[in-house]
């Protein structure tokens, strides 16, 4: 045991002094070209922040027909359900894999519907049923998904939006087939 120890302990200090030597290195090579070195590290890093862009901005270029058409429908007064609906179009809209359809679209529909948790006090918070369907058209009868129930208050709000959408690309990746064409 003490022999590794003793070895491990001879391998660091052999490879300790290398380090500061190798950059003392970097440096003079720098200085030759006539660059300060954090000069050529601005640089370095500067180029593989463009690149990672780059590679960004190709991904949320999604071809239109590849993004699942989604439409969202609102049933009901209460207010936070309209909010609600609002943050999921929102989400929707921003989103790479998806695009607001309208009505009549083939499309993934959405159908919210959220009543007051309390009648007294609607500000307090709501309950909701979200269902999702698929639909060929504005004529004809749409199919059933899967729905969902839930509890909604003024803090949640954004996040239950997001937990929705989350849940439709869910939905839209087990149901593609539906909208080949």
């Given at each position: 045991?003490?022999?590794?120890?003793?070895?491990?302990?001879?391998?660091?200090?052999?490879?300790?002094?290398?380090?500061?030597?190798?950059?003392?290195?970097?440096?003079?090579?720098?200085?030759?070209?006539?660059?300060?070195?954090e000069?050529?590290?601005?640089?370095?890093?500067?180029k593989?922040?463009?690149?990672?862009?780059?590679?960004a901005?190709?991904?949320?270029?999604?071809?239109?027909?590849?993004?699942?058409?989604?439409?969202?429908?609102?049933?009901?007064?209460?207010?936070?359900?309209?909010?609600?609906?609002?943050?999921?179009?929102?989400?929707?809209?921003?989103?790479?894999g998806?695009?607001?359809?309208?009505?009549?679209?083939?499309?993934?529909?959405?159908?919210?519907?959220?009543?007051?948790?309390?009648?007294?006090?609607?500000?307090?918070?709501?309950?909701?049923?979200?269902?999702w369907?698929?639909?060929?058209?504005g004529?004809?009868?749409?199919?059933?998904?899967?729905?969902?129930?839930?509890?909604?208050?003024?803090t949640?709000?954004?996040?239950?939006?997001?937990?929705?959408?989350?849940?439709?690309?869910?939905?839209?990746?087990?149901?593609?087939?539906?909208?080949?064409?």
């Open positions: 045991m003490t022999t590794r120890c003793l070895v491990c302990v001879l391998l660091l200090a052999l490879m300790l002094p290398c380090g500061p030597a190798l950059a003392q290195q970097a440096g003079a090579k720098a200085v030759e070209t006539g660059q300060k070195p000069a050529k590290a601005d640089q370095k890093a500067a593989a922040e463009n690149k990672t862009e780059a590679k901005e190709k991904k949320r270029e999604v071809p239109d027909k590849e993004r699942v058409p989604v439409f969202v429908e609102t049933v009901g007064e209460d207010p936070l359900g309209q909010r609600l609906a609002l943050e999921l179009r929102e989400a929707l809209r921003t989103s790479a998806f695009k607001l359809a309208k009505a009549g679209d083939k499309a993934l529909r959405v159908r919210l519907l959220a009543v007051p948790e309390f009648r007294d006090r609607p500000q307090l918070g709501s309950a909701f049923a979200v269902t369907l698929f639909s060929e058209g004529n004809v009868l749409s199919y059933y998904l899967e729905s969902e129930l839930g509890l909604l208050d003024e949640r709000l954004k996040a239950e939006a997001q937990t929705l959408i989350a849940r439709t690309d869910e939905l839209a990746g087990r149901f593609a087939y539906l909208f080949a064409e």
